[in-house]
């Protein structure tokens, strides 16, 4: 299984950003999925995660603005939706899955979000 996250980028703070994550591997699907970010100097920590059942949970930081969803027709692909960005969101953020079994994580490359005041 690989990840590959984009659409990361510049934007202004207020503003909104969608990055994707694409998974390789039929049975990806059964993964829990998530996204973490780790910011300059920060450690890494978990923004949002959905399980295959669509159960979701979200860092204080960014409830009631960011909404992470999937699709699981023919692949695998989870999105993470950022509102109302501020400067604090810039981060470079690594999509995830955890295989149901082993618990085996398995990591995206990263993309970059960088939020201007």
């Known amino acids: 299984v690989q990840l590959q996250a984009s659409g990361g980028g510049l934007v202004q703070a207020g503003g909104s950003l969608r990055v994707s994550c694409t998974a390789s591997?039929?049975?990806?699907?059964?993964?829990?999925t998530g996204w973490f970010r780790q910011a300059p100097g920060k450690e890494r920590e978990l923004v949002a995660a959905?399980?295959?059942?669509?159960?979701?949970?979200y860092a204080d930081s960014v409830k009631g603005r960011f909404t992470i969803s999937r699709d699981n027709r023919e692949t695998t692909v989870y999105y993470l939706q950022m509102n109302s960005l501020t400067p604090e969101d810039t981060a470079v953020y690594y999509c995830?899955?955890?295989?149901?079994?082993?618990?085996?994580?398995?990591w995206g490359q990263g993309t970059l979000v960088t939020v201007s005041s």
């Open positions: 995830t899955g955890r295989h149901p079994i082993t618990g085996r994580d398995v």
């Open positions: 591997g039929r049975t990806f699907s059964t993964y829990a």
């Open positions: 959905i399980t295959s059942g669509g159960t979701t949970n």
